[in-house]
């Protein structure tokens, strides 16, 4: 273990923060980040000379907003202005905390300056995208409260939905929580000539959960440490920021862009009577052909693009999104039960769709979306000695490799070549009977794993034996056949992912994307040398 490891005393004192308090700067947890530098520090690559196309400032701070009857919210927001480019590119979703949704195409050189008016320190990371290292969002460059931070990149992921949140160093989950988070979408040439739906048949939807006691404030963390050790589950369901969301559709044809942008809720989707879900594109963008489910596994931190044809669905009907029930985990019941009224595998409505008049003309779905060229083991520089990472709980807290997160800590196997294809193996093995007592409860977790700046393809899987049965209860809706950035490594899962470093040289992270669990230190830095 590491000298840098939070002490029992220093982790209950974390979760024992206020539940539905909005301001935390005073309990004393700000960690060194405040000190951080507050303008960027010079690139350590060079930078492409493509003019500025996009310059937007987004402002962090608070707002209140009417999410239901009664009394509004305080809530969290990304407020944007834009300074240089078409205003198309910056979509606000009204009425909504979600921040703007970027829509930008590959090559363009995108600015935009972070103006910090919270109460504590924050940065933001763009989640899934290729950027230098000051860039991403590290928790050792967030900025004070009253300071700015000025991100200068190109794009040059291909056409896909990414997104971005903070990432201050033990604040990412209360600040995503509270409602910091937008949407990043990119398109390319290759997709445009695909004729998919566009425009007002383009819907990016952001599921998340949250709690609000009866005066509609949200409430954080109300059972302390037994959220903080499971992740964080609310007992409502919001779409783009609306609780009991619904849309009117025509019928037509529709892209529906989901990201599972909750804390730590993992979602089954499905379609309430059935029909198998066409699934078109995953977190690194489209697939090379369609595939269909019958339901989607969708982790914290995934994304996946869905081609829904309403076209032939009588008007006036609805087609339901809903959250199919799975059991197996440790909020299922019993002492982890907690006090969600809404544990992990319950049955949920995401989003209904009302069906109106017809829409635009229903272009055929492409048999071939792109071609995805196929890592190879073979060419692996590690094929037999994956770089292993193993991931257990110890204590009080989910580990990495028995490491916590360190802010400047590289350890020697965490640093990787530039242009090296790795295999990484993620091994979720060690479920309870760790220290402290708690082989007397069940604390199989689920892990989504997230690495910085790289997408990744899922080689294999594998599930050791006395864990099947919640393992079937989701394994048909993972989605591994195109690029990735966040895989879900189930109890008792062994996940193989072949990742080549390929954009930038410097320090990234690697981390569970259960935002109390990343929160809690299960995260690490590693570094890509040329
Ligand atoms: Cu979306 Cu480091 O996370
Ligand atoms: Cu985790």
Known sequence: MTNNILTRRDFIKL?????????????????????????????????????????????????????????????WRYQPSVREGSAESIQELSGSYLGPIFRVRKGQRVQVRLKND????????????????????HPRYAIAPGANYDYDFQVINRAGMYWFHPHPHQLT????????????????????????PAGEYDLP???????????????????????????????????????????????????????????SRIYKLAWQDGTPLTVIATDGGLLDAPVTRDYITLAPGERVEVWADFSGRTTGSEMRLVSLPFSGFSSGGGMMGGGSSLPLGASLNILSLKVGGKGADVNPLPARLSIIERHNVKDTV????????????QGMVHTINNRLFEMEAVAQDEIVRLGDLEVWEFANLEGGGGGMGMGMMNMEMPHPMHIHGVQFQVLSRQITRGNESTYQGLTGGFVD???????????????????????????????????????AGMMRNYRIES
């Open 118 to 137: 919270l109460p504590d320190p924050t940065i933001i990371h763009w989640h899934g995208l290729l950027i230098p290292e000051e860039m991403d969002g």
């Open 481 to 519: 056949d195109g690029w990735k950035d966040t895989v879900l490594v189930m109890p008792g899962e062994t996940v193989r992912v072949l990742v080549r470093f390929e954009s930038y040289t410097g320090m990234y992270l690697y981390h569970c994307h259960n935002l109390e669990h990343e929160d």
């Open 173 to 196: 989950a209360l600040q995503v929580y509270y409602g910091l988070a937008g949407l990043f979408i990119v398109s390319d040439d290759e997709e445009a000539a695909l004729g998919l």
């Open 382 to 393: 590690n094929q037999n000695n994956p770089r292993s990472i193993a991931l257990a709980m």
């Open 15 to 75: 979760m024992g923060m206020g539940a539905g308090t909005l301001t935390l700067s005073a309990c004393g947890l700000i960690p060194s980040a405040s000190s951080a530098p507050t303008t960027a520090p010079v690139f350590s690559t060079p930078f492409p000379p493509a003019p500025v196309s996009l310059a937007v400032d987004l402002t962090a701070g608070r707002a209140t907003l009417p999410i239901f009857s009664g009394a509004e919210t305080p809530v």
């Open 205 to 263: 939807l952001v599921i998340q959960d949250r709690t609000f006691d009866s005066q509609n404030q949200m409430v954080y963390l109300a059972n302390g440490m037994m959220d903080s050790m499971i992740g964080f589950l609310g007992d409502t369901i919001l779409v783009n920021g609306a609780p009991n969301a619904s849309m009117d559709v025509k019928a037509s044809a529709y892209r529906l862009r989901l990201l599972n942008g909750s804390n």
